[in-house]
């Protein structure tokens, strides 16, 4: 199994879109990251965990599931690095390959000392906008592909047909 940790402010702030969006909407972009990563996760089957520094908030930390994806916020004077490395160990064994995705240089090295594969911020934006325009493209085709009816109609039948269903006569 591929287990992807994300380093989450680190990614937001590297990526244009999401650091434009930040500068108005933290919020909203936490939530546009994590769809991404939920569209990431879906493509490529691995397992997706963003991590969020707690920035100083008090409490114990936080976790959730949120579009299949885990999303954690750390407790209380804890940094996301420290969350991923500690994540990086518990996770890592025969079976399963460690990536994490931070554009963080220190970060890259401990955790590729580690055993993890490192993935910069622009490589997860790049396989993101990659797999954004394969689905686009299977959606496409799909959509091409699909007859609008089995049995081919002259436009006027097809017409008359479309009023049954929507229940005009």
Known sequence: MDVLLVDGYNII???PKLRELKQNDLSAARDLLIEKMAEYKAYS?????????????KGIEKKKKNHKVE???TRENETADERIEKLAKELKNVRTQ???ATSDF???????GQGAL?????????DMNVIEKQIKTTLQKKHEKKPSSRI?????MAEIFEKWR???R
């Open 45 to 57: 089957g691995y397992r997706v965990i963003i991590v969020f520094d707690a920035h100083l908030v």
């Open 152 to 156: 081919q109609l002259s436009d006027e």
């Open 106 to 112: 220190t970060e890259q090295w401990v955790i590729f």
């Open 118 to 126: 490192r993935k910069s911020a622009m490589e997860l934006l790049n």
């Open 13 to 15: 702030g590297a990526w």
């Open 71 to 73: 999303v954690i916020f």
């Open 166 to 168: 929507r229940g005009d």
């Open 98 to 100: 460690i990536h994490v």
